[in-house]
């Protein structure tokens, strides 16, 4: 059974400060893996899909980096703002099919604060 | 309407109730996703529809009932509920079973 953890669970820093968050799942086999946001209110926002082929992607001053081989993510955020205040998760999708689809499974989240 | 809607956004009920959610989508995807997510628990997905076919139930109580009328719209019937399936329940879709997700803002259940 995929089991995914995020580290840490809340995070509070100043303005501008650059950080990670870290992701990890316990099985490799992975179709792809995926990091998002929640806002209170807002649901949730695809921010980076990163395939399992792949190393690394980005977008503006988010990157994201993948090592399936040691079932690890991260992401990276460059220059943090009050308004990247959110709740960021990790998700990873497997290969097991069951009748068509692909199985999505969550970490308990990143709580993030930026303060001014 | 653009991306995918959820109505209503709240909604309490009481345990001998019987409530629909829905779900649209507008972003011509043909695979629809229910979502629980409880308080310091991780998201937890309870059906998936691919071209409105059920493919996925991952052990939901029959006091879920999912439907999908078309490929544009996703319904979740509940009936008899319990204190415990308070949660925000959120739909997603995706182009096929296996591509990247979208969410809706979710509907935030509270059974008294």
């Known amino acids: 059974k995929q089991e995914v953890t995020q580290i840490p669970a809340a995070l509070s820093v100043p303005e501008g400060e650059n950080l990670v968050l870290n992701c990890s799942f316990t099985?490799?086999?992975?179709?792809?893996l995926q990091w998002l946001r929640q806002d209170p209110g807002k649901g949730l926002t695809s921010l980076l899909l990163?395939?399992?082929?792949?190393r690394e992607q980005t977008s503006g001053r988010l990157n994201a980096s993948l090592d399936k081989s040691s079932g690890r993510s991260t992401l990276y955020i460059a220059a943090s703002q009050p308004g990247d205040s959110a709740t960021y998760l990790c998700?990873?999708?497997?290969?097991?099919?069951?009748?068509?689809?692909?199985?999505?499974?969550f970490g308990t989240g990143t709580q993030l604060k930026v303060e001014l | 309407e653009t991306g995918v809607t959820q109505t209503p956004r709240h909604l309490v009920m009481g345990m001998t109730n019987k409530k629909s959610l829905k779900c649209e989508q507008h972003?011509?995807?043909?695979?629809m996703y229910w979502y629980k997510q409880s308080a310091k628990k991780p998201l937890e997905l309870m059906f998936v529809?691919?071209?409105?076919?059920?493919?996925e139930n991952n052990s939901v109580p029959s006091r879920f009932s999912p439907e999908c009328p078309n490929s544009s719209h996703l319904f979740l019937h509940l009936h008899t509920l319990q204190p415990e399936d308070s949660a925000l329940y959120l739909c997603?879709?995706?182009?096929?079973?296996?591509?990247?997700?979208?969410f809706g803002p979710g509907t935030r259940l509270t059974v008294l």
């Open positions: 099985d490799s086999a992975i179709y792809n």
């Open positions: 990163i395939q399992s082929s792949q």
């Open positions: 529809y691919s071209l409105e076919e059920r493919v």
């Open positions: 972003l011509g995807h043909n695979a």
């Open positions: 998700a990873v999708r497997g290969y097991i099919l069951t009748g068509g689809g692909n199985k999505l499974t």
């Open positions: 997603a879709s995706s182009q096929v079973a296996v591509n990247e997700q979208f």
